[in-house]
């Protein structure tokens, strides 16, 4: 399932969230920068549980913090950027939208955070770097299924050589995607090839969180009402007399 945009309007424009998308396309582009070097740059940018969490060999920010922030703006390739962003353009307006700028900037980060150390719990003597920005939103996606679950999201349904646009409630296709991350994350318990693939646990422990960071801003009161528009008196505006109809044709 493939989202293409959700039905649920905000009031005002999502400055952050552009501001968020901009960032992660900007950090692709230095990436492709690098060419062969990009490879040195992941090692020494992005966040690695084995190297960064206590007992690790960095002697650097504790816990990797600064890592862990810089990771989720590196992503592994146009697709794996394009896909992130699409997710963050849909959803991430209405949370920014309901939090407010400021509060949906310390929502984003602590969301990236939470899910790259859930990842690291789940591996912890991992040496892969983990990279992008999907930790983070799926926190965005947890915190727009606990505030908007009858929001419609217009879908494109890819079935093999079948394909079909559907309207589908946040509450079918956000639980959706959430298992779609489940399933293969207990699967892959136990079985780490060291070769990479998918951080299953970032993203269901960003999806986890959101909800939690929603309740903790206070995201789950109702922005008030706009006040409605002072009264003004009509003009007053002087009626002509009313004609008698004359006796005479």
Not at 6 to 28: E, K, M
Not at 195 to 211: D, E, N, R
């Amino acid at each position: 399932m493939i989202p293409l945009r959700d039905l649920n309007p905000v009031s005002r424009r999502p400055v952050v969230t552009w501001l968020l998308i901009g960032l992660n396309i900007a950090f692709f582009l230095y990436e492709l920068s690098l060419g062969e070097r990009l490879q040195e740059f992941f090692l020494s940018a992005a966040f690695i549980p084995g190297l960064h969490l206590p007992g690790g060999a960095d002697n650097g920010v504790p816990l990797g913090l600064d890592n862990a922030l810089l990771s989720m703006f590196l992503h592994g390739g146009f697709m794996h950027l394009a896909g992130n962003m699409l997710f963050l353009w849909i959803f991430g307006d209405n949370i920014e939208d309901r939090l407010g700028r400021l509060r949906f900037v310390l929502f984003y980060l602590l969301c990236g955070f939470a899910a790259s150390y859930a990842q690291a719990l789940v591996d912890p003597h991992s040496n892969i770097p983990l990279i992008g920005a999907s930790g983070a939103i799926s926190g965005v996606l947890g915190g727009y299924l606990l505030l908007y679950p009858k929001a419609r999201i217009e879908t494109l349904l890819a079935l093999g050589f079948f394909f079909q646009r559907l309207r589908v409630p946040a509450l079918v296709f956000l639980p959706v995607w959430f298992l779609m991350q489940l399933l293969p994350g207990l699967m892959a318990l136990g079985n780490s090839s060291g070769q990479g693939g998918v951080a299953w646990f970032a993203h269901i422990g960003g999806f986890l969180t959101g909800p939690l960071l929603i309740w903790l801003f206070g995201g789950l009161r109702k922005p008030p009402l706009p006040p409605p528009p002072p009264f003004t008196r009509p003009p007053f505006t002087r009626s002509s007399p009313t004609s008698r109809p004359s006796p005479f044709r």
